[in-house]
């Protein structure tokens, strides 16, 4: 199982970000993004089901959308009015529907600064 992650970078307060996560090697029921801020603990940022049923944390609704593509076994985060605080390394994470495993990507980088 592989989760290749992108779609990180540098942006300013108040820009917008897509992450693309593309896995493989299984079928995932559950996949979302997780993120880690320096000195902080690794937190739920979003999450969808297989059927489309999503979960946000409360600090990004309304400003954050996850989607996913289950032919291209594909999740994605659309993030819009990025903030200072919402900068941490973003990692894919997936539930393998009949391995029941966790599986997480390598994280990428996303930097909210002026």
């Known amino acids: 199982v592989q989760l290749q992650a992108s779609g990180g970078g540098l942006v300013q307060p108040g820009g917008s970000l897509r992450l693309s996560c593309a896995a493989s090697?299984?079928?995932?029921?559950?996949m979302g993004w997780y993120r880690q801020a320096p000195g902080k603990q690794r937190e739920l940022v979003a999450e969808?089901?297989?059927?489309?049923?999503?979960n946000y944390a409360d600090s990004v609704k309304g400003r954050f959308t996850i989607s996913r593509d289950n032919a291209k076994n594909t999740v994605y985060l659309e993030m819009n009015s990025l903030n200072p605080e919402d900068t941490a390394v973003y990692y894919c994470?997936?539930?393998?529907?009949?391995?029941?495993?966790?599986?997480w990507g390598q994280g990428t980088q996303v930097t909210v600064s002026s």
């Open positions: 969808i089901s297989r059927g489309g049923n999503t």
């Open positions: 090697g299984s079928i995932f029921s559950i």
């Open positions: 994470n997936a539930f393998g529907a009949s391995t029941r495993a966790n599986y």
